[in-house]
């Protein structure tokens, strides 16, 4: 059974730092493009970032450019997302989620088939 799992959220003052993790299991996980989502109350699930089989490939949407930085481990089936110099507009469900394939960049819910729990971010003022 696919079982994807975060970690890492937590509360944070603005300006801060986090790393976000995503453990996979029940897949090959370097079949799988890999993807982190967030959702802010009362707004849709946004995809910020994707990366590709092997972590050659990385995409950010203009928000997190810069700020945000995408990584995989194949041997230990594990995503990163290192967050910096978060705003209180970054507080957010942040979701991973894993795709066979698609038309990169990944950044669309229907796309993935597996997805974890969530975890939560809080970027305090």
């Known amino acids: 059974q696919v079982q994807v799992m975060e970690s890492g959220g937590g509360l944070v003052q603005a300006g801060g730092s986090l790393r976000l993790s995503c453990t996979a299991s029940g897949l090959t996980f370097e079949d799988y493009i890999m993807g982190w989502f967030r959702q802010a109350p009362g707004e849709e699930r946004e995809g910020m970032s994707c990366?590709?089989?092997?972590?050659?490939?990385?995409y950010y949407i203009d928000s997190v450019k810069g700020r945000f930085t995408i990584s995989r481990d194949n041997a230990k089936n594990t995503l990163y997302l290192e967050m910096n110099s978060l705003k209180p507009e970054d507080t957010a469900m942040y979701y991973c989620?894993?795709?066979?394939?698609?038309?990169?960049?990944?950044?669309?819910?229907?796309?993935?088939?597996?997805w974890g729990p969530g975890t939560q971010v809080t970027v305090s003022s």
């Open positions: 989620a894993a795709a066979r394939g698609g038309s990169w960049p990944l950044i669309n819910e229907a796309d993935f088939a597996y």
């Open positions: 990366i590709d089989w092997s972590g050659v490939s990385t």
